[in-house]
């Protein structure tokens, strides 16, 4: 399974860099996504890079998050900047399994995750 995921305190403005280091499979093989679960909203998929490096990002991060691999770690990276108090959220990373972004209409979908890292709390407040 995905593992490892690090978040943290922030004040608007400011940058984060979340951490999964996947166990159980290659992130080189594997499309690697992130997800964000605000309170009392749905699962929302915000980043993900294909196995051939394809990139997606959703409207709201675009130009403010960056997804990255690092395949000797085994890891798959976040960075966070200008961050926003509406980035408020429990934060995934997650595979599906298969070399391809699962985006169904223009949107990451949770469905289908083979693999799941424990999620972490990303707060930003001032």
């Known amino acids: 399974a995905a593992a490892g995921v690090w978040g943290g305190l922030v004040q608007p403005g400011r940058s984060l860099r979340l951490s999964c280091r996947a166990s159980g499979l290659n992130v080189a093989n594997y499309a690697m996504s992130w997800f964000r679960q605000a309170p009392g909203k749905e699962r929302e998929g915000i980043s993900c890079?294909?196995?051939?490096?394809?990139?997606y990002y959703e409207d709201s991060v675009k130009g403010r998050f960056t997804i990255s691999r690092d395949i000797a770690s085994n890891t798959v990276y976040l960075q966070m900047n200008s961050l926003k108090t509406d980035d408020t959220a429990v934060y995934f990373c997650?595979?599906?399994?298969?070399?391809?972004?699962?985006?169904?209409?223009?949107?990451?979908?949770?469905?289908?995750?083979?693999?799941w890292g424990r999620g972490t709390q990303v707060t930003v407040s001032s």
């Open positions: 890079i294909s196995s051939h490096g394809r990139l």
């Open positions: 997650a595979s599906p399994g298969v070399m391809g972004c699962t985006v169904v209409n223009g949107d990451l979908s949770h469905h289908g995750m083979d693999y």
